[in-house]
């Protein structure tokens, strides 16, 4: 017949998103149906992720959002040249820095 009562405090630890995502190094869009797309592992799940890919001189060649894997190493229909690539990911609500790299496109 006793009554208690208590207080609980929960705190909730969320990772940030660029934490969890997985970029591939390279890839080799040669029409081998092998490698043809450059893939970002659990992107897929946020789709609130907007990916930017520049060249060497710094010249934006891609943009996307939602990203779906879908990158071809093409520029306007055109492809690029085999040879280093380097990407930003920028996710809303993330609380991380942006996820930054470099992909080496193989033809």
Known sequence: GCIGQVTLTVTVRQENISDVLRP???????GDAVNNFWEVGNILFFPQCEVQIFDEKGIKVYE???YQNDWDGSRNGQPLPS???FYIIRCE??????????????R
């Open 24 to 30: 591939v190094n390279f890839f080799s869009p040669n």
């Open 83 to 85: 040879g280093v690539y």
């Open 93 to 106: 609500g993330d609380s991380g820095k942006p996820k930054t790299g470099s992909i080496t496109l193989i």
């Open 64 to 66: 996307a959002k939602p």
